[in-house]
């Protein structure tokens, strides 16, 4: 009885057009638009705790992050077709 219903919310949102990278090489041209909720998070806790430390490698994690969840959904919708 006392619990609260938790809204939904957005973890990522990938835009992302196939015809502009074609190729494994081009792959990172596709990506239209891209928001990750976990990305805005670190930010802020970075900006909050004014660390740069580390930050070529959160870079480039939340990059793989990012290739990994469209890659998802190409997957998903090409097993779709």
């Given at each position: ?45 970075r900006r ?11 870079l480039h ?8 969840q469209i ?11």
């Amino acid at each position: 009885r006392g619990s609260k219903v938790q809204p939904a919310q957005l973890s990522f949102l990938a835009i992302y057009n196939p015809s502009l990278g074609p190729t494994d090489e081009t792959f990172r041209d596709q990506v239209v638009f891209y928001y990750s909720r976990a990305t805005v998070t670190a930010k802020a806790k970075r900006r909050a705790e004014d660390k740069e430390v580390g930050r070529a490698d959160e870079l480039h994690e939340q990059e793989n992050e990012k290739l990994r969840q469209i890659g998802l959904a190409q997957g998903m919708v090409d097993f779709a077709r």
